[in-house]
Nanobody, 121 residues
Framework: QVQLVESGGGLVQGGGSLGLSCVVS????????MGWYRQAPGKQRELVAT???????SSADSVKGRFTISRDNAKNTAYLQMNSLKPEDTAVYYC???????????????WGQGTQVTVSS
């Protein structure tokens, strides 16, 4: 079964940096687009950044210029480099991936369980 596991979360002071990783494992044909989302307490989950298999990226205005999404297709891994962190960036960060199944060749969405990022003031 396909599984996504995030890592790299933690506690950091405002202005600091953190790098998140998302590894896709299991049985699958290929991975399409991947993305990072976040959910703060009492808030709905929001899109942070996305990246296609070919490396085309998009990011939310709130993180533009501070966060960078990237991926290594050979490692089935996506990354989110977060710089100049602010307290309002505090949230659980989730990885998402469109994974193409070996059996059907259709894409299915998968989510990781999330990693906590806490930015102190």
């Amino acid at each position: 079964q396909v599984q996504l596991v995030e890592s790299g979360g933690g506690l950091v002071q405002g202005g600091g940096s953190l790098g998140l990783s998302c590894v896709v494992s299991g049985s699958f044909f290929s991975i399409g687009s991947m993305g990072w989302y976040r959910q703060a307490p009492g808030k709905q989950r929001e899109l942070v950044a996305t990246i296609t298999r070919g490396g085309v990226t998009s990011s939310a205005d709130s993180v533009k210029g501070r966060f960078t999404i990237s991926r290594d297709n050979a490692k089935n891994t996506a990354y989110l480099q977060m710089n100049s962190l602010k307290p309002e960036d505090t949230a659980v960060y989730y990885c998402n991936a469109d994974v193409r199944a070996t059996t059907t060749l259709s894409y299915n969405h998968y989510w990781g369980q999330g990693t906590q990022v806490t930015v102190s003031s």
